[in-house]
């Protein structure tokens, strides 16, 4: 098992990375007792997807440790991560009478831990939760670092708070059971991380990952996270790096109705929409995009954006990281380094 730790703190956690650490939920979540009362209630949010595959496990993990609770089994899909999604949690928080000393655990993908932490952050004024993300992009990316948030018709991640989880448990034995598609979407994020961090990872990634090789995955993209939310938790200026890709990508996304592209294949898209960007703006170092691709390409990711110019920018400049009538993009000097460059819908639309 590798442990890493994120420190903030009072609001400090580990992550725990491994093969079986989902038999050992039960007793990982008996000993946080204290930061919560199993007697105020533990609600596990997840998908039926999730649930079918895993949910034995997960109970009798939670049996074995002696902790009763409350499953809250949403269908699968983006679509849940809305007010309305939001809602029927509150609604079942309030009948299974979970109290402000109770639990919440996200227990899936990347959905079900933006929506359950968000839920979380503002149930009575904030419940301690834990993530047990059963994805590659929830287990490389999205679980960890305390964003929560859920969609609205406007845009992508446009409601949410900063609310940290009390721990990460990341069994890497469930990412077997992954589709395909599901698995590519973990993959951009990864792809991310060596594009604005690692030279060296990134060039790791021209071969596709066996299962042997996805713990050390999975744990060098954690660090990488977790030393950029302990310098900038709140996201006030290095942080903004993990959305390389994210300024386009969201607005493909949001284009697609959050159905005709999953994040991680908008996120692919828009790593390249960004490298591109870069090059003519003479920002990004020649050849860059085409790295991009190429690793993109390896990995079965379509590398064309399907929107023209006029119906991306509008989009983009909804992206919750401006500031004024400035777009804040992640671009990369040459794959391995990453800045944020301020622009404004004017320059934008004069490369495309």
């Known amino acids: 098992m590798i442990k890493q730790h994120v420190g903030l703190g009072e609001k400090s956690y580990d992550i725990l990375i491994g093969s079986g650490i989902l038999q050992e939920t039960g007793a990982r979540i008996a000993a946080l007792c204290g930061r919560f ?22 109970s009798a993990s939670m049996a074995a440790a002696g902790l009763g609770f409350s499953p809250v089994v949403l269908e699968p899909g983006e679509q849940n991560k809305s007010l309305d999604g939001l809602g029927r949690l509150y609604s079942d928080f309030a009948a299974m009478r979970l109290k402000r000393g ?8 990347g959905v079900v831990g933006d929506l359950g932490g968000f839920a979380a952050a503002t149930w009575m004024r904030g419940v301690c939760y834990i993530q047990v993300p059963t994805t590659l992009l929830a287990q490389v990316d999205s679980g960890v670092g305390g964003k929560t948030a859920i969609d609205l018709k406007e845009g992508k991640n ?22 395909g598609r599901d698995f590519r979407c973990g993959m951009a994020e990864v792809v991310k991380y060596g594009a604005i961090c690692s030279k060296t990872f990134f060039e790791s990634l021209r071969e596709r990952p066996g299962a042997a090789e996805l713990p050390g995955i999975v744990d060098m993209c ?23 890709g994210h300024t386009f990508g969201h607005a493909l996304e949001t284009l697609g109705g959050f159905r005709r592209f999953n994040h991680g294949e908008a996120v692919a898209i828009g790593m390249l929409l960004a490298a591109e960007t870069g090059e003519k703006m003479g920002l990004t170092e020649p050849g860059s995009a085409a790295a991009i ?55 934008l639309r004069s490369l495309c």
């Open 293 to 347: 691709r190429a690793v993109l390409e390896i990995h079965g990711f379509e590398t064309v954006c399907p929107y023209p110019p006029e119906e991306m920018l509008p989009q983009m400049e909804m992206d919750k990281k401006n500031e004024g009538d400035q777009v804040q993009l992640v671009l990369i000097k040459a794959p391995g380094e990453a800045f944020v460059h301020s622009t404004d819908a004017a320059e």
């Open 222 to 244: 954690c660090g990488i996270k977790s030393g950029i939310v302990e310098r900038d938790e709140l996201d006030k200026g290095e942080r903004r790096l993990l959305n390389f």
């Open 158 to 179: 446009l409601a949410g708070a900063f609310y940290q989880p009390a721990c990460v448990l990341a069994d890497t034995n469930l990412l077997a059971t992954l589709s």
């Open 102 to 109: 109770g639990l919440v655990v996200a227990f899936g993908g």
């Open 37 to 58: 009362k199993p007697e105020d209630g533990i609600a596990v949010v997840t998908d039926s997807l999730v649930w079918g595959l895993h949910g034995a496990a997960f």
